[in-house]
């Protein structure tokens, strides 16, 4: 039977269990086709749903990175974009990712959307993240107070020093980072020719 039809056959289960975390399915234009949980999306061919990864940069245009805690459940320990993850169904994809930033690293900040990106991605434990990823950027340059059951560590990164180290050490980094960090990107490059056009 097909990963696809496993999806549907678990989505139509969500009441055996009121307390799990479950993913919002949706199609390649971001339709929600109906929700699973979070151990199913990530399992065999992978369910395409709703994500987001939020890159917050400081006054000195750096970027805030994480190190994911070690007891992640996949790519523990590896360097990633300042906070990733999936709001629940029925939940405003914004406020889910302020929210995260809140409980991850003790943030406050305003955030706005810069893009999408799918991207399908096998990993290294044999889970696949298979997401329609909404990309968002925030300003901060407050104190960072991680939470240690989510981080064990952060960094603020010049742009440059970024796109280099990747480059060199891959292996230390999420490898959706990969696909996530060109939004970012192709936005500072438009925000900085509408300034100099200002």
């Known amino acids: 039977m097909s990963e696809r039809s496993g999806c549907a056959r678990e989505r139509d289960k969500k009441a055996m269990s009121i307390n799990r975390e479950e993913v919002i399915l949706v ?30 940069m400081n006054d000195h245009g750096q970027i805030l990175l994480q190190r994911r805690a070690f007891s992640k459940y996949h790519c523990p320990g590896l360097w990633a974009n300042s906070c990733c993850s999936h709001p629940q169904p ?8 302020q929210t995260r930033l809140q409980e991850e690293l003790g943030i406050n900040a305003a955030i706005s959307s810069i893009g999408k990106v799918v991207y399908k991605i096998r990993l290294p434990n044999g889970l696949i993240e298979h997401d329609l ?28 020093t970024l796109r280099n180290d990747i480059s060199m050490d891959t292996d230390s980094y999420v490898p959706w980072l990969h696909d996530v960090l060109p939004v970012l990107l192709q936005y500072l490059s438009s925000f900085s020719c509408q300034k100099i056009n200002t």
Do not use: M, Q
């Open 27 to 56: 199609d390649v234009k971001d339709n929600e086709i109906g929700s699973v949980d979070k151990t199913t999306a990530h399992v065999g061919d992978g369910c395409l749903h709703r994500a987001f990864s939020v890159f917050i």
């Open 133 to 160: 990823d909404h990309i968002f950027v925030g300003f901060y340059s407050g104190i960072v107070n991680p939470n240690p059951a989510e981080v064990f560590d952060c960094k603020w990164l010049d742009v440059s």
């Open 90 to 97: 029925g939940e405003d994809i914004e406020d889910s990712a």
